[in-house]
């Protein structure tokens, strides 16, 4: 199920991005010869307006054919009015990143759309007010841990605990979880839990080894509720909060480039199609608006990493028309096309590489 979901929203999100550079094109004149969701083989396609609209079998990525984009010499024609490379600088740049800006907005409506409906949100001492129905819930369980071999899941509300001796039943905190667990980590522990509609009753024993000062279950958690704000209101945090979080996945990839420059990177704390389809399916565990939260997160994750300058993405691409536009002269197309395509394989070579660090992650 977390495969699938993972395929639709990923479909979503390329269909998103490419519309933006499709839409903008076209609007701008410029002629649009291909859009495709997924890579071929082809499912089916049909031609509509000159252009040729396809979806095929490969889900993991998308893409828009326009006319110029490469250029080659029936669009470097003068007489080519409809060819990208013909049109202004300014308008070029504005084709280029309207992928990354319709990834941005799709991110915006969804968060607000989330906070409409009732956003899953951590109680903290500035929201406490504005969040109702706070429950202690299990927010990440450690490989190999008590909890894991259990059963407990991402997700699980925790709504009693006990042991042979203690009994906690009433509406319990984080800290008093943590706190119970180190004082009967010598004991059996059932704990009582909430999955959907279903109350489980699961044992376990905690084990030293995953804490330093005291045996664990191998269990993160947290104070969440929901937090429901009004339609206006919902678009301004929508917005607040999307900037926050561009903000916060541009600093994260910065430090990650610098740790690759100087040989010190830590994949472990970056995922591929893999790690994602894990991350999706605990994000589904907390329910569908949570899953729309996600959603935009990975949305602004893409256009981030798509501005950045690098050859064969969009910030590459838009590099490119700004030295043009400095130099006053194209850059000459085989070079563009060559160091594109050169970009193209390193970041292949890179998902390969995250890919099999994801893979290596589950044994």
């Given amino acids: 199920m977390a495969i699938i979901i993972f395929i639709i929203i990923l479909g979503i999100l390329i269909f998103v991005h490419e519309l933006g550079h499709f839409s903008v094109a ?20 049909f031609m509509k307006n000159g252009t040729k ?4 079998l490969i889900p993991f990525g998308g893409y828009v054919r326009i006319f110029g984009e490469n250029p080659d010499e029936e669009s470097l024609d003068p007489e080519a009015r409809d060819s990208f490379v013909n049109k202004p600088k300014i308008v070029q740049i504005a084709v280029l990143g309207a992928g990354v800006t319709f990834n941005i907005i799709f991110a915006w409506i969804l968060i607000s759309i989330s906070l409409m409906s009732g956003f899953p949100s951590m109680v903290t001492d500035e929201n406490r007010d504005r969040v109702e129905s706070a429950n202690v819930v299990v ?11 259990a059963g407990i899941q991402p997700g699980d ?11 906690t039943s009433e509406k319990i905190t984080v800290d008093e979880v943590s706190s119970f667990i180190k004082d009967n980590g010598e004991e059996q522990i059932t704990m009582s839990v909430l999955r959907g509609e279903e109350n489980l009753e699961i044992a376990l024993q905690p084990t030293s080894g995953i ?3 005291r045996k ?5 958690m947290d104070l969440i509720g929901t937090m429901k704000l009004g339609f206006f209101e919902s678009i301004i945090q929508g917005a607040i909060m999307s900037g926050q979080m561009i903000k916060d996945i541009a600093f994260g990839l910065v430090i990650f480039i610098g740790q690759a420059i100087t040989i010190n990177a830590d994949l472990s704390q970056v995922a591929g199609p893999v790690g994602i389809v894990g991350l999706v399916g605990d994000a589904s565990n907390f329910g569908f608006v949570y899953l729309l939260g996600f959603t935009a997160f990975i949305s602004l994750n893409l256009a981030v990493l798509n501005l950045l300058p690098f050859p064969a993405l969009d910030g590459g691409r838009i590099l490119f028309v700004i030295i043009e536009g400095i130099m006053g002269r194209r850059i000459n197309p085989k070079v563009a096309n060559t160091v594109n395509a050169a970009g193209f394989l390193i970041l292949i ?9 994801d893979i290596w992650k589950l044994f």
């Fill in 26 to 45: 076209k609007k701008s004149g410029i002629r649009v010869d291909e859009f495709a969701v997924g890579f071929p083989p082809k499912i089916f396609s």
């Fill in 53 to 56: 609209y396809a979806l095929n």
């Fill in 139 to 149: 927010t990440g369980v450690e490989k190999d841990s008590p909890a894991e071999g």
């Fill in 157 to 167: 509300i925790i709504s009693a605990i006990s042991s042979i001796e203690n009994t």
């Fill in 211 to 213: 804490l330093s000062d």
């Fill in 216 to 220: 664990a279950i191998g269990i993160t």
């Fill in 349 to 357: 070579t890179l998902m390969i590489v995250i890919t099999v660090s």
